[in-house]
């Protein structure tokens, strides 16, 4: 016998495939990887901010078959707050009234996070975050949880540092008692991935390694952090 489906099996769970990356600029390099994108058949991309280094036409003409095709959605980076109209015509090309949002896809449930506005506890930021990270815990359909951030927590020597936005301190332990799994950046322009990672209060930048070998366990107290600023 069933359960609350009245005897019927649940549905059969659908194999699906996420392209996370974001520092994309209008450049050749940029083209590769959509083709890349479409070749591989991904289901579904999420930008992690930093989308045009000029106005922002060069960059919505590239993606806009993805949006129109609801298969896109993104973070905000420094760069469109500083390139030429700003953040407007991003907020209009993905419809967002925010800069900071939740939306799932599939068993995936994503927390965007705007890393260039306040982040501190007891922002209207940091208040819809932790707000939504705990209803979260509420609904069954959800099994993975990624936060998405332009600037880095975490990572090794590169163009640019970490933690510019004090998101270790103000969302490393909430996101471990939310069950986030991983949390995805950019703004170095490289690829990096760390060991499964918990809050470290003594000393927020050396985090306490949860497990340093796959498989890491999804129920793991701990997430792993990754930088993808591959994007063009």
Same mark, same amino acid.
């Given at each position: ?16 495939? %996420? ?18 994108? !479409? !070749? ?7 930008? %992690? ?13 590239? #993606? ?7 298969? $896109? ?5 420094? @760069? ?21 949002? *939740? ?6 449930? $994503? ?31 959800? %099994? ?5 951030? &332009?600037?880095?927590? +975490? ?15 103000? #969302? @490393? ?5 939310? &069950? ?8 170095? @322009?490289?690829?990096?991935? *760390? ?7 003594? !000393? ?11 498989? +890491? ?7 792993? @952090? ?7």
């Amino acid at each position: 016998p069933g359960g609350g489906g009245g005897g019927n099996p649940p549905p059969t769970p659908t194999d699906y495939k %996420v392209a996370i990356a974001g520092d994309w600029g209008c450049e050749p390099e940029t083209d590769d990887v959509l083709d890349l994108i !479409s !070749s591989e058949g991904y289901n579904y991309v999420v930008g %992690v901010g930093d989308n045009a280094y000029e106005s922002a036409s060069c960059w919505t003409s590239r #993606f806009s078959a993805l949006k129109n095709a609801n298969k $896109f959605n993104s973070a905000y980076g420094n @760069h469109e707050y500083s390139e030429s109209g700003g953040i407007s015509p991003y907020k209009t090309f993905f419809g967002h009234s925010l800069t900071y949002f *939740t939306f799932k896809f599939q068993n995936i449930q $994503f927390f965007v996070i705007d890393t260039n506005i306040n982040c501190d506890v007891g922002s209207n930021q940091h208040n819809f975050i932790k707000a939504a990270l705990e209803a979260s815990q509420n609904d069954n359909t959800v %099994v993975w949880r990624i936060a998405i951030i &332009h600037h880095p927590m +975490y990572g090794a020597s590169s163009d640019h540092g970490y933690n510019e936005a004090n998101t270790r301190e103000n #969302f @490393h332990q909430l996101f471990v008692t939310n &069950h986030v799994n991983f949390v995805c950046s950019g703004h170095n @322009h490289n690829w990096q991935r *760390t060991y499964q990672l918990a809050y470290n209060s003594g !000393s927020p930048s050396s985090p306490t390694v949860v497990d340093n070998s796959s498989p +890491y366990s999804r129920t793991a107290a701990g997430f792993i @952090h990754v930088v993808t600023g591959t994007g063009g």
